[in-house]
């Protein structure tokens, strides 16, 4: 965890408590985590290993890459604070 870049500033007292609560997944490559227009959950979602792209479709359906999410990245806190929309 401490490689999270959002986790990096946390004291190290804290790291053992998330560390227990954490689930881990696998994501196979094509498959979605979160659609665009879905309501977000309360999920923080961290990159162990590969990549995760977020992307959006822009006014004629196209996909439009807006990031690539690598090891250390993170997806998901506006979703732990408040309801959010994609």
Same mark, same amino acid.
């Given at each position: 965890?401490?490689?999270? @870049?959002?986790?990096? #500033?946390?004291?190290? @007292?804290?790291?053992?408590? &998330?560390?227990?609560?954490? +689930? =881990?997944?696998? $994501? &196979?490559?094509?498959? #979605?985590?979160?659609?665009? /227009?879905? =309501?977000?959950?309360?999920?923080?979602?961290?990159?162990?290993? /590969?990549?995760? +792209?977020? !992307?959006? *479709? %822009? %006014? %004629?359906? =196209?996909? @439009? $890459?807006?990031?690539? *999410?690598?090891? /250390? %990245?993170?997806? /998901?806190?506006?979703? *732990?604070?408040?309801?959010? !929309? !994609?």
């Amino acid at each position: 965890l401490r490689e999270v @870049k959002l986790l990096r #500033y946390v004291s190290t @007292k804290f790291l053992p408590s &998330l560390a227990e609560i954490a +689930q =881990e997944s696998r $994501v &196979l490559s094509g498959e #979605y985590v979160c659609e665009q /227009g879905t =309501e977000t959950s309360a999920r923080f979602i961290v990159i162990a290993q /590969g990549c995760l +792209q977020l !992307w959006r *479709l %822009d %006014d %004629d359906g =196209e996909r @439009k $890459v807006l990031r690539e *999410l690598r090891a /250390g %990245d993170s997806l /998901g806190n506006t979703g *732990l604070i408040h309801d959010s !929309w !994609w």
